[in-house]
C-alpha cells in the first residue's frame, strides 16, 4: 500500500513539479517586489518629510538612483540571481531606462490601466513586473517642469509633465530560468526520497504514537481545564479593573470624525447627560466656547498624528454650568496601523480648580483691609507695563500701638485705609495695596512722571488733612511717601531706599535717584565677592544641616543641607548676606556645585534622606544639569535624594524644568517645591510639576496660631496635596503649640528650631 502511494505522490509531484515554476517565479517575484517597493516607499517619505533634504548631494539616495547598484549587489547575493530594477521608457538616469522586454511590460499596463502584475517566459529570464503609478507626492519632481526643484529641472529635460495615475514606469524583476530549473529538480528528487522514507519511518512510529496521544490527550485536558479556570479569574480581574474606572474617571470614545460612540456612567452622572442625548453627537457638545480655541487646534493636532494628548479642559454640563477635567486622550490604532477611534479619559478636578482659587484669593488679600498684599503688588508689577510706584508709611505707627493697644490700631489702619482708597479710586490709574504693617503702595498705570509726582502730593496734603475718630478716640496721621520712576524690576527696592533715606532725613516726601546710596553698594558688593573667593579657595564654603521629624513617629529620617559662609574670623555667614552677590558676580555656580558635591559625600556612607536647594537658574543651566546627572552616577544614592526647587514663582520654560525633573526621577531622586503658599503662582506650577513633597513656607506656620487667613491657607493646601499624593512638610516650627497643629491639621513632617537649629553636623 504504501508503495503504491509512493509511487502515486512521485507521479503527482513531477507534475505539479513542472506547473509550480511559474507559480514558484511569481511569489519570489512578489516577495522581492513587496521588499523593494517598501524600501522605496520609506526613502521617498523621508525626503518628503524633509526628513532627508532634497538637494543635489542627496539626490542619489532616491530608489530612481540606488536602485541599479542595489539590483546588482542583490543579484550577486541571491542564490537565484534575481535582478530587479525601476525602468521608465522616460528614464533621466540612463541606467533606469527600460530594454526591450520591459517595454512590452510598460505598454502592457498602458493599454491595461487595472493591472497588477505582469509575468512572461522569456528565452532565459521570467519576466515580471507591476507598474509605478504616478502619485501625488511624485508630483514634486515629475509634474510640471516650471515646478520642479531648480536643480532638477535645470540638470534633467526628460519625464516631466505625468499627471496622477500615468504609467511613470514598472518595478522590473528578472528571475534566470536556468537556477530556478536546477532548484526545482533538486526539490523533486528529494521530495521522492522523503516520500519514500516517510512512509517507512510512518509504518514504524505509528504505533508509538497512537499511545502517546492517548497520554497527551488526558493531560492537555486537565491543562484545559485549569487554563479555563485562570481565564475565568483574568476575566474577573478585568471586569473589577473596568468597574473601578468606570466609578472614578470619566470615559468616552468617538470616531474619526468626534462624534461620540460610548460613554460610561460616570460621564452621564457629572455631565447630566444620558446616553441617548450624547450617543451620535460631536463631542463639541461639551466644549466651553469660550476657552482657547488654539488648545483645541493642538488638541486635533496631535491626536490625529498618532500621540497621546494630555492637558486640562474645562467643560460644559447639560445644565449649562462649567467643570475642570484632567484629560488624557489617546488614538486607538489598528493592526494596519489606521487609527480607528479616540478614547478619552478624564478625571473631574473642578474641586482642586477651586481650591486653587481660593488659595489664591487668600494668598493676595491682606485680611485686615481686604486690599491686595505684597503678593497681589508683585504680581501686578510682573505683568504690568508703563508703571510707577509710591510708598506710604504712617509715621510713628508703633507709638500708636503702644499707647492705643493693637485693637484700635488695627482699626484704624481699616479707616485709614478705607480713606486712602476713596481717594486712589477718584483715578483709573491708581491701585492700592497694603504691603506690610503701617506701609500702604499705590502702583500707578500709563500716568506720567510728573503726574505721578502731583498725585504724591495730593495724597499727602489729603491724609494729612484729615482726622480719624475710631472707637471714641480721635487721632491725626502723618504719613512718609516715596516715589520710584525706576525699571519695573527695580520699583519695590528703590521705592523702599527712598522710603528709608526719606525717613532718615525727616522729608514728607521723596523722588528715588539713581545717586543715593549706589557707592556704599558697590563697596559693599565688592567687599563680599572678595570673601566669597577666598571662601572657595580656602574651602570655607560648609555645610549645616537641620532635621526633618517625621510628625507620626518623631524620628529623623531626612535632613535639608544648608550653604553657610565661614569668614576669616570664623563667624558663620549664612547666604542671605552674600548669596544674591554671588550671583551678580557669577560666583553662584561654584557655589552651587560645591553644595551638591559636598552633600552626596556626607551622605555617602548613611541611610538619611537629604535635600539640595536648586534653583529654577540651576535647571536651566546646562553645565550644572550635566554635572547634577554625573554626580548622581559616580554616588549611586539617587533614592535618597531630593532636589528642593526654591524661587519657584520664576518658572517660564517648563518643557525644560520637565525634562530635568523626569531624567533625576528616572535615576530615583524625589522633587520638593519649597516656599509653597506664599505665593498663587507657585501653587499654579504644582499642577504641572511632578512634585513628591511640598514645604509650606515659614511665614504662614509662624502665624498659625493666630492668623485664622494662615490657618484656612495650609487646610486648603494639604487637601490639595492629599488629593495630588504629595507629602507635606512644615517649615519655621519654632514651638511645641505651632508642632502639635500643624499635626492637627494633617502635616506629615515638621521642619524648625524647635527641633534643632541648622548644625555642622548630622545629630
Given amino acids: 500500500m504504501f508503495f503504491i502511494i509512493a509511487i502515486v505522490r512521485i507521479s503527482l509531484n513531477y507534475y505539479e513539479n513542472k506547473k509550480s515554476v511559474e507559480l514558484f517565479v511569481s511569489e519570489q517575484s512578489k516577495l522581492v517586489d513587496s521588499l523593494y517597493m517598501t524600501h522605496r516607499n520609506y526613502y521617498q517619505d523621508l525626503y518628503l518629510n524633509k526628513i532627508i533634504p532634497l538637494d543635489e548631494k542627496t539626490l542619489a539616495g532616491l530608489p530612481a538612483f540606488s536602485a541599479a547598484k542595489i539590483s546588482k549587489e ?46 512572461s517566459k522569456e528565452n532565459k529570464f521570467y519576466q515580471y ?108 480581574f478585568l471586569e473589577s479593573y473596568k468597574d473601578a474606572i468606570d466609578s472614578n474617571l470619566i470615559v468616552s470614545k468617538t470616531d474619526l470624525n468626534g462624534n461620540i460612540t460610548y460613554v460610561n456612567d460616570n460621564f452621564c ?19 466651553d466656547k469660550s476657552f482657547s480655541k488654539a488648545m483645541y487646534t493642538k488638541l486635533w493636532s496631535t491626536i490625529v498624528s498618532r500621540e497621546t494628548w494630555q492637558g486640562r479642559i474645562r467643560n460644559v454640563k447639560k445644565d449649562g454650568s462649567t467643570y475642570w477635567v484632567d484629560a488624557t486622550i489617546t488614538p486607538i490604532i489598528n493592526a494596519k496601523g489606521d487609527i480607528t477611534e479616540y478614547i478619552s479619559i478624564r478625571h473631574d478636578i473642578t474641586q482642586l480648580i477651586y481650591q486653587k482659587n481660593e488659595l489664591k484669593t487668600f494668598a493676595n488679600t491682606d485680611s485686615l483691609t481686604k486690599l491686595g498684599n505684597r503678593n497681589a503688588l508683585k504680581e501686578e508689577i510682573d505683568y504690568g507695563e508703563n508703571i510707577f510706584l509710591i510708598l506710604v ?22 479707616e485709614f485705609s478705607s480713606k486712602l482708597l476713596q481717594s486712589c479710586s477718584l483715578y483709573e490709574e491708581l491701585r492700592l495695596f497694603r504691603v506690610s504693617g503701617d506701609e500702604f503702595a499705590i502702583l500707578t498705570i500709563d500716568m506720567p512722571a510728573h503726574t505721578v509726582v502731583q498725585k ?35 520699583l519695590l527696592i528703590t521705592a523702599d531706599m527712598a522710603l528709608k533715606i526719606a525717613r532718615r532725613d525727616a522729608k514728607d516726601l521723596l523722588v528715588y535717584d539713581k545717586a543715593m546710596n549706589l557707592d556704599k553698594e558697590y563697596e559693599n558688593n565688592m567687599l563680599w565677592t572678595k570673601k566669597i573667593k577666598e571662601a572657595i579657595k580656602n574651602d570655607k564654603i560648609v555645610l549645616f544641616f537641620q532635621p526633618i521629624v517625621d510628625n507620626a513617629t518623631g524620628e529623623i529620617n531626612k535632613y535639608e543641607s544648608l550653604i553657610r559662609l565661614i569668614d576669616s574670623d570664623d563667624k558663620v555667614i549664612t547666604p542671605y548676606f552674600f548669596l544674591e552677590i554671588a550671583k551678580k558676580a557669577k560666583l553662584y555656580k561654584q557655589l552651587t556645585k560645591i553644595v551638591i558635591q559636598k552633600s552626596f559625600e556626607n551622605f555617602r556612607e548613611n541611610d538619611f534622606e537629604f535635600s539640595v536647594n536648586i534653583s529654577i537658574d540651576d535647571i536651566l543651566d546646562k553645565e550644572i544639569n550635566a554635572y547634577i546627572l554625573e554626580m548622581l552616577n559616580i554616588y549611586n544614592i539617587s533614592h535618597r535624594v531630593i532636589f528642593e526647587i ?118
Fill in 74 to 119: 542583490f543579484s550577486e547575493q541571491n542564490r537565484l540571481q534575481i535582478t530587479m530594477q525601476t525602468v521608465s521608457d522616460r528614464a533621466r538616469n540612463p541606467k533606469n531606462q527600460a530594454d526591450e522586454y520591459e517595454l512590452k511590460a510598460i505598454e502592457y499596463f498602458k493599454k491595461n490601466s487595472d493591472a497588477k502584475e505582469y509575468i
Fill in 129 to 236: 513586473a507591476t507598474p509605478l503609478k504616478i502619485e501625488k507626492k511624485c508630483l514634486k519632481c515629475h509634474g510640471e517642469k516650471s515646478k520642479a526643484p531648480k536643480f532638477i529641472s535645470q540638470k534633467y529635460d526628460k519625464a516631466y509633465d505625468y499627471k496622477i495615475g500615468d504609467i511613470r514606469g514598472i518595478l522590473s524583476i528578472k528571475v534566470p530560468t536556468f537556477h530556478v530549473d536546477n532548484i526545482i529538480n533538486r526539490q523533486f528528487l528529494g521530495s521522492v526520497l522523503y516520500d519514500l522514507g516517510l512512509m517507512i519511518v510512518i509504518s514504524l512510529i505509528a504505533f508509538y504514537l497512537v499511545r502517546f496521544f492517548s497520554k497527551l490527550q488526558a493531560k492537555l485536558e486537565t491543562e484545559l481545564d485549569e487554563r479555563t479556570h485562570e481565564l475565568k479569574n483574568s476575566l474577573s
Fill in 269 to 287: 452622572k457629572i455631565t447630566g447627560y444620558s446616553r441617548e442625548d450624547v450617543i451620535g453627537e460631536n463631542h463639541n457638545i461639551l466644549r
Fill in 393 to 414: 508709611n504712617i509715621d510713628s505707627f508703633s507709638q500708636i500701638n503702644d499707647f492705643y493697644g493693637h485693637e484700635l490700631g488695627d482699626a484704624i489702619l481699616v
Fill in 456 to 490: 504724591a502730593q495730593s495724597i499727602a496734603k489729603f491724609i494729612n488733612a484729615h482726622v480719624y475718630e475710631v472707637k471714641d478716640e480721635t487721632v491725626e496721621l502723618n504719613a512718609t511717601i516715596s516715589i520710584s520712576l525706576e525699571e519695573k524690576d527695580q
Fill in 646 to 763: 526654591v524661587e519657584s514663582e520664576s518658572i517660564e520654560n517648563f518643557d525644560e524644568i520637565q525634562r530635568f525633573i523626569k531624567s533625576v526621577k528616572e535615576l530615583g531622586c524625589r522633587v520638593a517645591i519649597d516656599d509653597f503658599g506664599t505665593g498663587y503662582s507657585n501653587f499654579e506650577y504644582l499642577m504641572r510639576l511632578e512634585a513628591d513633597f511640598i514645604k509650606i513656607d515659614g511665614s504662614i506656620i509662624k502665624e498659625i496660631l493666630d492668623n485664622k487667613n494662615s490657618e484656612i491657607i495650609t487646610t486648603v493646601i494639604v487637601d490639595f496635596a492629599k488629593k495630588m499624593g504629595i507629602q507635606v512638610i512644615a517649615e519655621f516650627v519654632e514651638s511645641e503649640e505651632i508642632f502639635q497643629k500643624v499635626k492637627e491639621l494633617g502635616i506629615e513632617k515638621s521642619q524648625g528650631y524647635y527641633f534643632s537649629e541648622p548644625k555642622p553636623f548630622l545629630i
